[in-house]
């Protein structure tokens, strides 16, 4: 797996910054970047993850993940699979168990006897430093890579539009870059289909 420091190098060689004296960007401004374009991975190609959450007696919603977006099953115990019911709507007095996912949490119809076992889908998580790994597929480091390259071009762009109205080159480098990202995106959606 890719470390931030290798992807951040991958970024500067295809951003052609590769002085290590003097950079055009700096690395927080890169990691920056390189962090929203995993996020719309995460957004458009959720991972899937589990979580095991102790049961607390008494209690009936449990605070899930930060990076949960969507819940796809809950079980009560491990292999029984726990039915679902609409967000905000009450648990009916006397009915079977269910869960609804809302505000960030699994609200349950009652406290559970046995831990939980939620399934979601949710965000990738960021490197915490630069020897951390990615926990994206390679074609997800290449659609960072080539969002981030995007981020950082655009921002180029502005700032030669505002010194003499706009120059070709990162214009032209732009719209290679526009390129390579709907590559890597469908090179995505292909491995995910197969």
């Not at 074609?139 to 390259?149: F, R």
């Not at 762009?157 to 590559?183: H, M, Q, T, W």
């Amino acid at each position: 797996m890719a470390t931030l420091a290798e992807v951040r190098a991958r970024l500067r060689r295809g951003l052609e910054d590769t002085d290590p004296v003097a950079p055009l960007w700096p690395d927080a401004e890169l990691n920056e970047w390189l962090a929203v374009a995993v996020r719309e991975y995460g957004a458009r190609f959720p991972r899937e993850a589990t979580v095991t959450i102790v049961a607390v007696p008494g209690q009936a919603e449990y605070a899930l993940p930060t990076d949960a977006r969507r819940v796809l099953r809950v079980e009560s115990p491990a292999g029984w699979p726990v039915p679902r019911r609409a967000p905000r709507t009450g648990h009916e007095p006397g009915a079977a168990q269910s869960w609804a996912h809302f505000g960030g949490a699994i609200g349950l119809g009652y406290a559970p006897t046995a831990s939980l076992v939620v399934a979601y889908r949710g965000l990738y998580p960021f490197p915490a430093n630069d020897s951390a790994t990615f926990d994206l597929p390679d074609e997800g480091i290449d659609l960072a890579v080539a969002g981030a390259t995007i981020l950082a071009l655009q921002r180029r762009e502005i700032a030669a539009v505002k010194r003499r109205g706009g120059s070709p080159e990162v214009a032209l480098a732009l719209e290679a870059a526009r390129r390579s990202y709907a590559d890597a995106l469908r090179c995505c959606r292909r491995v995910r289909t197969e």
